[in-house]
Structure formats: C-alpha cells, structure tokens
C-alpha cells in the first residue's frame, strides 16, 4: 500500500479509532515484525500493551485454506481480479502475524532474535546521539503529556528534521483526533507529516450494516512522497477497510468494493448456465 512499509527518513501519522483498539493491534504488529527483522526500537508509550510477551509472534508456514477461493468461484467477476495484499499479507517485506498467538522467551531464543525495543521519554527522542531503526509514539497528544497544540507541532517539527539526517530511521506516531483542542492543529500535523492514515472503527457505528465483513474504514489522508515530486506508488481504490479474520487472529486491509466490470472482464454471457436445456429461458 506505502510501496514497501515505513519509508526510511520519513514521519508517518496514525489516527487512532476512538478507544484505540485497533490501532494497538497495528502498532503491536509493528513491533514484533522489528524484533524479527533485529531492528532497534525507542518506543514512548503510557500504554501497557506493548510489553513483550503481548507482541504477536510470526507465523512461519500457513495451512492452504481453499474455503474462500471456493467462495469467489461463485462470482465470475472475481476471476478477472488480482488478490490486493493487505497490509500485515505474507510477503518478504511484511509477514502475517498471529494474534492469538504471543512472542515468548522460547520463540525468541528458537528464532536468535534480540528484542532491541527501548521504552524512552519523549524529550529523549529528540538526541541527535541514538540511532534508531524505528521511532514509535502512542498518542502523543494524550492530554496527560501536558502539551499545547503549538508544543506538539514544534516538537514533530524537530522530529521530522532530525529524522531528514538519519539515512536508517522511520518515525511513526499515533494521535487521537478527540484530542485535539484547536481545529488548525489536525491540518497542519497533516501537512508536516511525510504520509497520514487514520482508522475510523464503526463500534456501533450505523455503518457497521453496510460492510458487515469489516470493523471499519482504513482512510488514506497522505501517502508519502519523500525526496519526490509524486508517491511512491499508485492506489487503485481508496474505498479500504480493515478487519479481524480467523477468530480475530489476523488483522487485514482489504479492499471494500469489487471494482466495475470492464470490457476484458468475463460478462454474464460468458458464465456457466444454470439450465440443461437449449431453451431461451436461463437463470
């Protein structure tokens, strides 16, 4: 979806849903794919869930589930249709974790992995000495921090220009719109940040009716453009939503719609008949 993850030297703002659920589940699978990967991690949270032994582990080898791909030989159209990796899909670049399933001690000595994760204030942050792979911030406008509005844009500004020097470091903070006492402020973190998602969880939300598959909508504020003059990749559609599969196992992106048929797409005509004779009357 960014064209390969977090781009390196860049910012990156998450909205979070309204009790931020969701987006702790994307943060903690954020995590744990660093500590597969031996990246170095500061992370400034006031959150316990990012603790060790509540990351999700990596799930190695994925049992072939034929149930859906039975269900899409229903609908022709689907044929046509290139499978969009979410963005937790196995892949070289972001492997599928597993919810249900925690990262122990043992899985860490299995694998050799050292969890470099480091919980650090918010003023140690901004030391031109660390060099981090990886900058995680959990709600910093959290009215506990204590900050204005104005502090919390100085303080992403400082961030971004430190980040601009660091050839290996990508930051990603996470904000709650609910938060914000100023109606400025949300634009212009919009405008300092190199890319911006927000998840905007139905939670009894009306809405919930009309995608019942998904937990809610994953919006595509900014996309990130770092030393270019256009993104790093094309989105086909901007109607995506995110939702919990198998038992709430897996957190995935997926598109919403299918998209319109078009002229190289399998039509109706094509489909296989239900009715055995040669009659004008088909269904």
């Known amino acids: 979806m960014t064209g390969g993850g977090l781009v390196t030297g860049s910012v990156t703002v998450l909205e979070e849903d309204s009790h931020a659920i969701y987006s702790g589940l994307l943060v ?3 995590l744990s794919q ?3 990967d031996n990246h170095l991690c500061m992370v400034s949270s006031r959150n316990d869930h990012l603790n060790l032994h509540r990351l999700p582990s990596r799930i190695t080898s994925l049992k072939q589930d034929n149930t859906e791909d039975q269900m899409r030989q229903i609908a022709w ?3 046509s249709q290139k499978v969009d990796n979410s963005l937790l899909s196995s892949g070289p670049t972001a492997p599928k974790m597993d919810l249900s399933s925690p990262l122990t001690e043992d899985l860490i000595r299995q694998h050799g992995l050292t969890p470099n994760i480091s919980m650090c204030p918010l003023h140690s942050l901004l030391s031109s000495a660390s060099q981090p792979d990886r900058i995680i911030i ?3 406008n959290d009215p506990t921090v204590g900050w204005t509005d104005e502090e919390l844009l100085r303080f992403v500004f400082r961030l971004k220009s430190l980040t601009r020097n660091k050839t290996n470091t990508s930051v990603l903070i996470t904000v709650n719109p609910q938060y914000f006492t100023k109606s400025f ?3 212009r973190l919009h405008s300092m940040a190199d890319a911006v998602f ?3 969880a139905f939670e009894g939300d ?3 009716k009309m995608y019942p598959d998904f937990e809610g909508l994953f919006l595509l504020h900014k996309l990130p453009r770092v030393n270019s003059l256009n993104v790093a990749k094309r989105i086909e559609t901007l109607d995506i939503g995110f939702q919990l599969k198998k038992n709430s196992r897996y957190f995935e992106v997926d598109k919403l719609f299918l998209p319109p048929e078009d002229e ?3 039509s109706r005509a094509n489909a296989p008949s239900c009715s055995s004779s040669s009659s004008n009357i088909d269904f």
């Open 206 to 208: 009306p809405r919930s």
């Open 138 to 140: 959990e709600t910093l």
């Open 185 to 187: 402020t949300r634009s």
């Open 198 to 200: 927000e998840l905007d």
């Open 264 to 266: 190289e797409a399998p």
């Open 34 to 36: 660093s500590i597969y």
């Open 28 to 30: 903690r699978c954020l």
């Open 77 to 79: 159209r689907y044929a």
